[in-house]
T-cell receptor, first 113, second 117 residues
Framework: GAVVSQHPSWVICKSGTSVKIECRSLDFQATTMFWYRQFPKQSLMLMATSNEGSKATYEQGVEKDKFLINHASLTLSTLTVTSAHPEDSSFYIC?????????FGQGTRLTVV | AQTVTQSQPEMSVQEAETVTLSCTYDTSESDYYLFWYKQPPSRQMILVIRQEAYKQQNATENRFSVNFQKAAKSFSLKISDSQLGDAAMYFCAYQTDYGGSQGNLIFGKGTKLSVKP
């Protein structure tokens, strides 16, 4: 089956620093990838849609200058959390479209201290 | 806008028994897909089963089957012969079919399934 790899699986950073999360489709080309945020015991909240070669589309309420998304190739999308603060601590998940449905990365637990 | 509703925050089933998770959705579209995803404690999202809206036949995958009622906009998941490894959070999801391309997935709030030995 299709594999999406997300890295790192967990990261701790200091407040004010930036963190980059990578999402790779390993065995298929992904024109479209999605970034989600998941709070404990809650559902996935779509943050943005990442399209290869174009600007990401952000959901309402998501700060595009804080959550920078780059989709420079058909197999890689990155999410950079800039000037991270403790309230950005969360579980971030990426997914890639392949036909009908999507395949998900393992997720990244971000802790900002 | 499309919405997905899972009315059961938690469910419990005895090992080897059968359990049904409910899901309803609201849409004005005619072409779409419906999914059930499983999220175990590892938090990896795993596709359980997929249903194309244009198909009347209910999808099945081994012990997992769905009851798709398009007119009622209902999409329930039945797990037969429940196993301890089935314990997880289950999310129902909707995806628009644009006829050659697909939109993002819209998720319900999830149902936490516990399996008792």
């Amino acid at each position: 089956g299709a594999v999406v790899s997300q890295h790192p699986s967990w990261v701790i950073c200091k407040s004010g620093t930036s963190v980059k999360i990578e999402c790779r489709s390993l065995d298929f080309q992904a024109t479209t990838m999605f970034w989600y945020r998941q709070f404990p015991k809650q559902s996935l909240m779509l943050m943005a849609t990442s399209n290869e070669g174009s600007k990401a589309t952000y959901e309402q309420g998501v700060e595009k200058d804080k959550f920078l998304i780059n989709h420079a190739s058909l197999t890689l999308s990155t999410l950079t959390v800039t000037s991270a603060h403790p309230e950005d601590s969360s579980f971030y998940i990426c997914s890639a479209l392949l036909g009908a449905g999507a395949f998900f990365g393992q997720g990244t637990r971000l802790t900002v201290v | 806008a499309q919405t997905v509703t899972q009315s059961q925050p938690e469910m419990s089933v005895q090992e080897a028994e059968t359990v049904t998770l409910s899901c309803t959705y609201d849409t004005s579209e005619s072409d779409y897909y419906l999914f059930w995803y499983k999220q175990p404690p590892s938090r990896q999202m795993i596709l359980v089963i997929r249903q194309e809206a244009y198909k009347q036949q209910n999808a099945t995958e081994n012990r997992f089957s769905v009851n798709f009622q398009k007119a009622a906009k209902s999409f329930s998941l039945k797990i037969s012969d429940s196993q301890l490894g089935d314990a997880a959070m289950y999310f129902c999801a909707y995806q628009t079919d644009y006829g050659g391309s697909q939109g993002n997935l819209i998720f319900g709030k999830g149902t936490k399934l516990s399996v008792k030995p």
